[in-house]
C-alpha cells in the first residue's frame, strides 16, 4: 500500500506494516498449534524461518509442531538451523526462548504436548498428553511376509472372528505363526484405523528373556504416546491405563512370541472396538479369547507353492518330483522349506535334485536347515530347553521310539513309569483278543529301527520256548501296575502336547513331527549315555512281550 511513498514516515510505516504481518502469521501457527493441526503449523512455521531466519518465535513453533507430531530429532534439528543462522548473521547463540524450548524436548517434557482453546506460547507451552494424541494415528506392524502362501481357510476364520475381541494362534516353532497374524492385520488395517501395534514378547527369542507384562506394558503405552513420567509404576495401574487410553479406539495389536496366558493377559484391552492377535508355541487354554486357532503344517500343495515362490518357479517346474521330495522332507514346515528354498536360490549351480540328496541323510538334515541366524533346529532348541528336565527325558525318549506313533501305555513303559501291561488284557465281543494298535499297546508302524535312528539291537527278554512267555516277562506281568505311574506319564505328554512338541492325533495317541522326532534322537544321542537308551528299550520291549503274552493267553487257554 505504500510501496514507492519516499519519506521517513512512509518507511516506518511500511516497517510497521510489515511486523504485524509476520505477527499475525504467527499468530495464525499458534492457533493451528492449539488446534493439534501440526502439519499446517509445520508448514507454515517452515516458511516464515525460510523468509525471517532471524526471528525466534517461528523457530520455536516449528520446533513444537515437530515435537507434537512425533518428530523428536526433527524438532532438535530445527534448533540446530536456528542456532546456525545466529551465529552466522549475530555471532551469538539463541536466546533463552529457544534454548529452554531445546531442553525440555531433550527431556520430553510432557507439558510441550498442550492441546487448549487458548493459543499456547512456545516459550510456555502447557496441557495435557491425551488432547494432543487424541487423533493422531500410531502404526508400528512389520511388513507382510513377501512370500505368504496358503493358509486361506484360517485367514478366513481370523477374519470372521475378529468381533470376538481376541485370537490365539499357537502352534510349533517355524509352523508361521507371526506371518499369518501380520498378514491378517494388513488385511484388516483399514477396520482398526486408531492403533494398529506389534510388539515381540520374546517367548521364544535367542539370547531374550521373556518380557515381563509390565515392560510390555510400558513399551505399548510409549508407543501410544504416553510420556515416560506418566506411566504408573505398578503392573495393575499400567494395565489400567492402557485400558483407559484404548477405550473408544479401534485398536489391532499384534502380540507376537507370547509364552504364556500370563504374559498377555494384562496387556488385553478393555474395549470391545479392537482387535488382539496372540501368537505363542504354548496353547492359551487358560485365556479367555474369542477364537483360539492351532495352526498345522502346510498343506503338500501349499508347501510345494512356497518353495516355488521362494526358490523360483522355473527351478521348481524344471525337477517338480525332486521338488515334492524336498518339501516332505522338510516335514511341510514353513520354515524349514522356506529354509531349503532360499539355500537353492542363492546356490546357481545346485539341482533339486542335489538339494533333496543332501536332505535324505536325517543325521545332516537339521544342519542342511540353517541359513545364517535362522535355523530349524535353533528354533527347536528354544521350546526343548524350555522344559524341565521330566518333559525333556520324556521328549528325548520319545525321538528314541522307533514307530510313527505311540500309546500312553507304551510311553510311560518306555519313560519308566509303568512295569507291565495296564492290568489283564480283556477279549473283545466274540472272543476275540482286542485291537492292541488302537489301545495304545503296541506302535501303529512295526518296531523296526528307521533310517538314522538307534537300532533296537538284542530283546532284553527272551522266551525259551516258543510257545509260551520267557521268565522276565511272565514277571514282570505279574508286577502290579501303578495307575499313578500312568497318570504321571499323561500329565507330561499332555504337556508337551501344550507346547507343540508333541502331536495327540487322536486321544491317547501320541505322534512327533518327523523334524522334531530328528532332533529329539539327536537330543538324546547327545545327552544319553548308552546304558540309558537300553534300559528304556528293554521297559518298551518287556512291555510289548507282557502285552502279547497276555493276548496268547486269551487265543491259546
Not at 504467527?26 to 499446517?40: H, K, M, Y
Not at 510400558?218 to 510420556?227: H, S, T, Y
Not at 537339521?366 to 528354533?379: G, K, Y
Request: proline share 7%; glycine share 10%.
Amino acid at each position: 500500500m505504500l510501496g514507492g511513498v519516499p519519506g521517513p514516515f512512509a518507511e516506518s510505516q511500511r516497517s510497521w506494516l510489515d511486523e504485524q504481518r509476520l505477527s499475525l502469521a504467527e499468530d495464525r501457527i499458534d492457533i493451528l498449534l492449539a488446534r493439534n493441526r501440526c502439519d499446517d503449523a509445520i508448514g507454515g512455521a517452515r516458511l516464515l524461518t525460510g523468509a525471517q531466519p532471524l526471528r525466534e518465535r517461528p523457530w520455536a513453533q516449528l520446533m513444537l509442531a515437530l515435537y507434537r507430531d512425533g518428530r523428536q530429532s526433527e524438532a532438535l534439528a530445527a534448533y540446530g538451523q536456528a542456532r546456525a543462522a545466529s551465529t552466522e548473521v549475530l555471532g551469538l547463540d539463541p536466546g533463552p526462548l529457544l534454548a529452554g524450548l531445546r531442553q525440555r524436548i531433550v527431556v520430553a517434557d510432557p507439558g510441550l504436548l498442550a492441546d487448549t482453546a487458548d493459543a499456547p506460547q512456545p516459550a510456555e507451552p502447557y496441557g495435557g498428553w491425551e488432547e494432543a494424541e487424541a487423533g493422531r494415528r500410531r502404526v508400528n506392524l512389520p511388513r507382510d511376509c513377501y512370500h505368504f502362501v496358503g493358509r486361506a481357510h484360517e485367514v478366513d476364520r481370523i477374519v470372521a472372528a475378529a468381533g470376538y475381541g481376541v485370537c490365539a494362534i499357537d502352534g510349533m516353532a517355524g509352523v508361521g505363526k507371526s506371518a499369518l497374524a501380520v498378514h491378517v492385520a494388513g488385511l484388516l488395517e483399514q477396520r482398526y484405523p486408531d492403533v494398529r501395534l506389534h510388539i515381540d514378547l520374546h517367548g521364544h527369542t535367542p539370547g531374550q528373556r521373556p518380557v515381563a507384562a509390565a515392560a510390555a506394558l510400558e513399551k505399548l503405552l510409549l508407543a501410544v504416546g504416553v510420556p515416560g513420567d506418566r506411566i504408573p509404576a505398578a503392573t495393575d495401574d499400567r494395565a489400567a491405563a492402557w485400558r483407559a487410553h484404548l477405550d473408544g479406539r479401534r485398536a489391532l495389536l499384534v502380540l507376537d512370541n507370547a509364552v504364556d496366558a500370563g504374559q498377555v493377559r494384562p496387556l488385553l484391552p478393555g474395549s470391545a472396538s479392537s482387535l488382539v492377535l496372540i501368537t505363542s508355541r504354548r496353547r492359551l487354554s487358560g485365556l479367555d479369547a474369542g477364537e483360539s486357532l492351532s495352526l498345522g503344517v502346510l498343506p503338500y500343495s501349499d508347501a510345494l507353492g512356497l518353495f516355488a515362490a521362494v526358490a523360483g518357479e522355473s527351478r521348481a517346474a524344471r525337477e517338480p518330483a525332486a521338488a515334492g521330495e524336498v518339501v516332505r522332507a522338510c516335514g511341510l514346515l514353513p520354515l524349514a522349506v522356506q529354509i531349503a528354498a532360499a539355500r537353492l536360490r542363492h546356490r546357481p549351480a545346485w539341482s533339486v535334485a542335489h538339494l533333496r540328496d543332501r536332505l535324505a541323510d536325517e543325521d545332516r538334515r537339521l544342519d542342511e536347515l540353517t541359513a545364517q541366524e535362522r535355523s530349524v533346529a535353533v528354533a527347536f532348541s528354544l521350546s526343548y530347553h524350555s522344559l524341565d528336565a521330566e518333559r525333556q527325558w520324556m521328549f528325548r525318549l520319545l525321538g528314541f521310539f522307533p514307530g510313527a506313533e505311540i500309546g500312553l501305555s507304551a510311553a510311560a513303559a518306555l519313560y519308566g513309569e509303568v512295569a507291565a501291561a495296564p492290568g489283564p488284557v480283556s477279549a473283545a465281543p466274540g472272543g476275540s483278543a482286542p485291537d492292541a494298535a488302537a489301545s495304545g499297546l503296541v506302535p501303529a508302524a512295526p518296531d523296526h529301527a528307521l533310517p538314522g535312528r538307534p537300532a533296537l539291537g538284542a530283546p532284553a527278554s527272551t522266551a525259551t520256548d516258543p510257545g509260551r512267555p520267557g521268565p522276565r516277562a511272565a514277571a514282570i506281568r505279574a508286577a502290579p501296575t501303578g495307575p499313578a505311574d500312568l497318570a504321571h506319564a499323561d500329565r507330561l505328554l499332555q504337556d508337551l502336547v501344550d507346547c507343540q512338541l508333541l502331536d495327540e492325533p487322536r486321544p491317547g495317541r501320541y505322534r512327533l513331527h518327523d523334524l522334531l522326532s530328528v532332533y529329539a534322537a539327536r537330543e538324546c544321542e547327545r545327552t544319553d549315555g548308552e546304558p540309558e537308551r537300553r534300559s528304556a528299550l528293554g521297559r518298551l520291549l518287556d512291555f510289548y512281550l507282557a502285552t502279547v503274552d497276555g493276548a496268547e493267553e486269551l487265543l491259546r487257554p
